[in-house]
Each structure stands twice: as C-alpha cells, then as structure tokens.
C-alpha cells in the first residue's frame, strides 16, 4: 500500500518534494494533486515507467498521456513544430486547466503519444506538481489518476481506495475544487479543435485566437 504523505499545496515541503522526485528518479509512478483532478507522475521519457502507469490505471494503450511542464522553457524538448496559436493559448491560459495538443520532438517515446506522433502538454496552476518538475529538472505525466473508466479522484484518499495498492506514493495536497478535467485542444497548423472541453469553453479560445 502506498505511503501517504501530506505536503502543503501552498509551501510544498522541500523535502516531501525530494521523496516523491528520487522515487520519480527511480522509475517509480505517485499520485500528486494538481489544479484539477490528482494525477500520477512519472518520467515521460522511461518506458518502463510509462508502461507501469498503464499497468496501474488499466488504460488503453492507444490513449496518449498527457505530460506537465513549469515552464514554456520545456516546451522545445517536447515539440517539433510549434504553430503560433500555441504560444497565443499559452500566454493567455497558462498555468491552468487547458492542454495543449501539438507535434511531438523525436525523443518523446511513441507510447507516450499513444503512437500517434502528438504530445499533450500543459502548465498547471499548482504548486506541487510545478515544485517536484523543478526538483526533477524535467517534466512528469500527469494522467489523472484513478483506474480507467472510474471517476477521477478529487482527494489522496479517493486514490488510496483506488489504486493505493499500486502506487508507493500518494502526495496529500488537499481537496481539489475541480469539476472538470482540463479542456482539450489539438493544434495543427493555422487550425484548432477542442478535443475535450473543461473550464476553458470553445468560445474562450475562439476569443483568444481573434475569434
């Protein structure tokens, strides 16, 4: 069963960040909460962690995995072509609950993208998952983390019931106010769908973009 630790989602504790990052390091998969729902980090370019995180949640493996950054400093490692909607999305929604779908750089592993070559990514407005990229120095998952086809989970023990027997870490933030996972959108040139959409409403990105 996993260990329970409670961290601030305000002051992160340094050192409950170091723990869950070794283990990271290690090629180990934890639940940590973000802005929306909780979500399982782990090092998007270790596949073995990768398929642990199918393993444990059961999911498809045709289902990409989204992947969290701090900063638009990471976007490069990630990304091969980047349109300028992305950067106009970006700016106006970042960090926050809007994910951004675009062409991913030749060292994202293929499984990560669910073999179809395009990278989800997105900087969420919390400080936990922003503190432990930071200790990692590189990006994490950040799939919600519950078992596929469940609700998603809006606090540490709602994972625990779930797949606490899976995980070596839960990171107790808190409640998440969440009420929907974060909107969708895949970038492709001068065009956009939404995907999914979540807080941030198709005509929030149609406004953003000049309509």
Request: charged fraction near 25%; charge should be negative; proline fraction near 7%.
């Amino acid at each position: 069963m996993a260990k329970l630790l409670t961290v601030s989602a305000e002051n992160p504790e340094p050192r409950a960040i170091e723990h869950a990052a070794e283990l990271v390091r290690r090629g180990e998969v934890v639940a940590i909460p973000t802005d929306t729902f909780y979500g399982l980090a782990a090092d998007p370019f270790n596949l073995a962690a990768v398929a642990r995180i199918y393993e444990i949640k059961g999911r498809p493996e045709r289902r990409a995995l989204p992947i969290l950054i701090s900063s638009l400093d990471q976007v490069e490692e990630l990304v091969s072509d980047l349109p300028d909607t992305f950067f106009r999305l970006a700016e106006r929604f970042w960090p926050g609950a809007l994910t951004l779908v675009v062409q991913a750089a030749s060292r994202v592993p293929l499984k990560v993208t669910g073999n179809t070559g395009r990278v989800a990514l997105r900087i969420p407005n919390a400080k936990i998952p922003c503190a432990l990229i930071a200790a990692l120095s590189s990006p994490v998952t950040g799939t919600s983390a519950n078992l596929s086809g469940f609700a998603a989970c809006v606090d540490a023990n709602q994972v625990m019931k779930q797949i606490g027997d899976r995980l070596p870490l839960v990171l107790d933030g808190g409640k998440s106010e969440a009420v929907l996972a974060s909107t969708v959108v895949d970038l492709r040139d001068d065009t956009w769908t939404v995907l999914r959409e979540g807080p941030i409403g198709e005509a929030d990105i149609r406004e953003a973009l000049g309509g």
